[in-house]
């Protein structure tokens, strides 16, 4: 079935500060790259017959282009994001009005979480990442305004600080994922729920391969991530890479910057 994606064209990327461990200011970026290489994303996605909806880049928010951090839409639902750095706070409420303008119902959300960075709806749960960015709170608020179940899962590793920097649903009952990102238990949760989960290595994970979107048939995944596009294609699925090298200088891949838009606005 075509998706629907929002995102945002980074106009205004560039590493200007350093909230994650990929970020460095002293490093040059090149904006006209980072441009490129995102419409190579987006067409992608076009090419593979998704829709794409986009909202107009603020200047002075750099990292608005990973739209993933902007909100959790789930059945036509919109649950706002509220940043845990001063520097992305802007985003939340941008994302959230644009959704308000378009009829959707939103809730402005009470307790700090980043979106679907850590927040991954499959088709009867709600995966919820914490640790880093996300409060726990935030799963339980998310989970009362969805009416979906969530299920906590705890990140260790800084570098992947994000719940999508770690996993993703290769559909709508299963998943890939890079067991060393997770705590010891839900390590077991996974296990548990998944046992028949895509499961990644240091080297794909370190080039953010997690970070990828899926279809249910294809794999929008950065180019790098060699190993998992192998495992993909023996497990059936069509890997479709694509190269983010600029944007993962700010710790951001194909998901990061591609939100999904669940359900439609039925008002």
Not at 155 to 169: K, Q
Request: charged share 25%; glycine share 10%; proline share 6%.
């Amino acid at each position: 079935m075509p998706k629907h994606f929002l995102m945002c064209r980074p106009e205004h990327f560039t590493v200007e500060y350093a909230i994650n461990p990929w970020m460095h200011p002293e490093a040059d970026t090149d904006r006209d790259l980072a441009i490129r290489q995102w419409e190579g994303l987006k067409t992608a996605y076009e090419d593979l017959g998704h829709r794409v909806s986009l909202i107009d880049p603020i200047e002075g928010l750099p990292d608005m282009v990973f739209a993933a951090n902007g909100a959790l839409v789930a059945g036509g639902r919109v649950y706002g994001a509220r940043f845990a750095f001063a520097e992305r706070a802007a985003e939340g409420p941008a994302y959230l009005r644009w959704f308000a303008e378009r009829g959707y119902p939103v809730k402005e959300p009470a307790h700090v979480n980043e979106g679907e960075g850590d927040f991954l709806a499959l088709d009867e749960v709600i995966l919820a990442g914490t640790g880093f960015r996300t409060d726990l709170a935030a799963h339980q608020e998310a989970q009362e305004f969805t009416g979906r179940p969530v299920v906590s899962l705890t990140l260790t590793d800084p570098r992947y600080y994000h719940l999508d920097t770690a996993l993703f649903p290769l559909d709508g009952r299963n998943v890939a994922y890079y067991p060393g990102a997770f705590s010891r238990g839900s390590r077991e949760v996974l296990a548990r729920m998944f046992p028949d989960a895509v499961l990644a290595n240091d080297a794909d994970a370190e080039v953010l391969g997690l970070n990828a979107v899926s279809d249910g048939t294809h794999v929008v995944i950065n180019s790098e991530a060699g190993d998992l596009q192998l495992e993909l294609k023996r497990r059936g699925y069509e890997p479709i890479p694509v190269e983010l090298s600029e944007l993962r200088k700010a710790g951001g891949g194909p998901k990061c910057c591609t939100l999904e838009i669940r359900g439609e606005n039925t008002k």
